[in-house]
């Protein structure tokens, strides 16, 4: 595919101190000695004229790769989307893996579960994510037929995919992400469910347990409910539902870990269950995938779609800036797919098929500070449904017209879409939250759907880097407010919060909340109100204080339940030793 020459007139890029040294650490190009060759106009001149290029394969396209290369270029340098972070590094390189989000089969053999492992090191050493179910594996100590001895079980293999990935750093430079599911009715699920509780155990894993309905009513009625033999389905035990969801808030309670996920519910949305049923998602939970099925993804910074309104009143969301930054963003996304070389021939067949493509949002909390809307209000909670509808309908009307000029996704007849006669859309997904760990850094804006962490922190990124940094919206009311001291800022990067500092204005501290302000529920009504529009699913975290109970973490499992969330992460604070700030970094 050819691309096209940068323009002498292209402007430089305009790059924040942070995103310069994320972009130079990990994603321009270095030669053999590990230097820098690659300026950050040329990275994003590369990334938009190779996908670009795409257009050309298309004979009905409305868009020249001249003009739309220009136009990529534009829309990634004034940080209004980003793709996700393979797009980034890979994108015209010649390597050709785009995608963040893997999930791959674990079949019950020998075979089945050392290939698994090869294809994880494969698609981690090309930048990707991996998720896995165990939940085929029989039972740890159920007899092997071949061999009359007895099974270690999934725990035991799970070792090996974790270890495996210690060795293999992702793309050279980061580490792989895995998501490890059990189902809740696996005979070994009480083990599963304490594998974290020691610290630094299997730590290039999330665990989630995959939670179905009736299991839920069982919790709900306090019955027992049953534990059955993967590959023959027989019923090897009964245990209380209540007393295992209790030992799955405890061990929540304790480190965060395991989160849980609804399976039942992930499935209901399943765009084409002809093609099989959803056992597992990728790394940070925002991607259910089928087994081999890939996804790309990428981020709006709606803190860039904000309208001054006249006389500095009614102020409001900029809807025709975010629907022309949807409809260029989807058409990006699905070249990328067309771009992409995936590491195994079964990921190009399903990837071909569906061709999901999950557009997202960052910035949240930016675009509140912008309209003084409080992220701990029911007015915030409305706008995230509105927000979030708008996102759908209009990145499903993109599809749709690309399908127009492109096609339909080759899987449409069989999907839902196309027996209710939907569509025909280009893509059988097109929205997906993500965490947004490294190009929230980049964008310099607020992460995902989160509020800010603190208002002013000092941020560890990768390695050993130490980033200071303060909410430029933050500043800027401070400033306007006559309340700015240098003094002030150190005293709030100290503590993060000026919940306390009851000397600054009262509309600043209604406004300015952080993370840890925030009660825990208005942390997953905002999960629900994005969930509720988006295809596939929301990485969010409930943060909760250090003092937060048992019982406060068993109401919020059971709220995302009723309020119909794919699955929920909490963090007590504190209670992991080493604390992360951005969970999507892996580091
Ligand atoms: O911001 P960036 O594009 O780097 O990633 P993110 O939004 O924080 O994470 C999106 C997805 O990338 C995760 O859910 C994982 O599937 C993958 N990822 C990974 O595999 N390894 C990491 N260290 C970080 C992210």
Not at 360 to 377: C, P
């Amino acid at each position: 595919m050819s691309k096209t020459k940068m323009p002498a007139s292209l402007p430089d890029p305009i790059i924040n101190e942070n995103a310069k040294i994320v972009l130079a650490r990990r994603y321009q190009k270095k030669d053999a000695e590990g230097i820098v060759y690659e300026t950050v106009k040329e990275l994003f001149w590369r990334v938009a004229s190779a996908i670009a290029a795409e257009e050309a394969k298309y004979d009905g396209s409305s868009c020249k790769p001249a003009t739309l290369a220009r136009d990529f270029y534009d829309l990634m340098t004034s940080y209004s989307f980003l793709p996700n972070s393979p797009t980034l590094m890979n994108a015209g390189t010649g390597l050709g893996q785009l995608a963040a989000c893997f999930v791959l089969p674990v079949a019950d053999s020998i075979e089945d579960i050392f290939d698994a492992v090869k294809h994880a090191a494969m698609i981690h050493k090309s930048g990707g994510g991996t998720g896995f179910s165990f939940s085929r594996l029989r039972a740890k100590d159920s007899v092997v037929g071949s061999t009359g001895g007895v099974a270690s079980g999934p725990l035991s293999f799970l070792r090996i995919f974790n270890c495996a990935t210690e060795q293999i750093k992702q793309g050279g430079t980061r580490r792989g992400a895995n998501m490890g599911i059990l189902r809740v009715d696996h005979p070994d699920i009480m083990e599963f469910i304490k594998a974290k509780e020691r610290d630094g155990e299997l730590n290039n894993f999330n665990l989630s347990i995959g939670l179905t309905e009736a299991f839920m009513r069982a919790v709900e009625k306090n019955e027992e409910f049953d534990l059955m033999a993967p590959n023959s389905g027989q019923v090897v035990e009964k245990l209380n539902a209540r007393e295992v969801f209790n030992l799955l808030v405890q061990k929540a309670w304790e480190s965060g870990d395991p989160g849980i996920v609804f399976l039942d519910r992930i499935n209901r949305d399943n765009p084409t269950p002809a093609l099989g049923e959803i056992e597992s998602t990728n790394p940070c939970g925002e991607q259910p995938l089928l087994p081999y099925e890939a996804c790309n993804l990428g981020s709006i910074n709606l803190g860039k779609c904000y309208a001054k309104g006249k006389n500095g009143h009614d102020s409001e969301v900029n809807w025709d800036e975010l629907r022309r930054i949807i409809h260029l963003s989807v058409r990006f996304l699905d070249n990328v797919i067309d771009a992409s070389v995936y590491p195994l021939s079964e990921i190009t067949e399903m990837v071909g098929k569906n061709r999901k493509i999950g557009l997202g949002v960052m910035g949240w909390a930016d675009l509140l500070f912008q309209l003084d809307i409080a992220y701990n209000s029911q007015t915030a909670v409305d706008l995230a449904e509105r927000v979030m509808k708008f996102m759908r309908d209009e990145a499903r009307s993109a599809s749709k017209q690309l399908a127009a000029e492109r096609g339909p996704f080759p899987a449409y007849a069989e999907s839902v879409f196309g027996k209710a006669n939907l569509g025909p859309y280009r893509n059988a997904t097109t929205t997906t939250i993500a965490p947004t760990g490294t190009l929230s850094i980049i964008g310099g804006c607020s992460s995902g759907v989160e509020p800010l962490f603190a208002l002013s922190f000092v941020r560890n990124v990768m390695d050993n880097d130490k980033l200071v940094e303060s909410n430029p919206f933050f500043e800027t009311a401070l400033k306007q407010a006559d309340a700015y001291s240098p003094k002030l800022m150190e005293e709030i990067a100290k503590v993060g919060t000026i919940r306390k500092m009851e000397h600054l204005p009262h509309d600043l501290r209604r406004v300015y909340v952080t993370a840890m302000d925030i009660e825990p529920i208005w942390h997953l009504k905002m999960q629900a109100a994005f969930q509720k529009y988006t295809d596939n699913a929301v990485s969010k975290t409930v943060n909760l204080p250090g003092s937060a109970t048992r019982e406060d973490i068993w109401d919020i499992y059971w709220k995302a339940y009723e309020y119909g969330c794919k699955g929920v992460t909490v963090y007590r604070d504190g209670s992991k030793t080493s604390q992360v700030l951005c969970t999507g970094d892996g580091d």
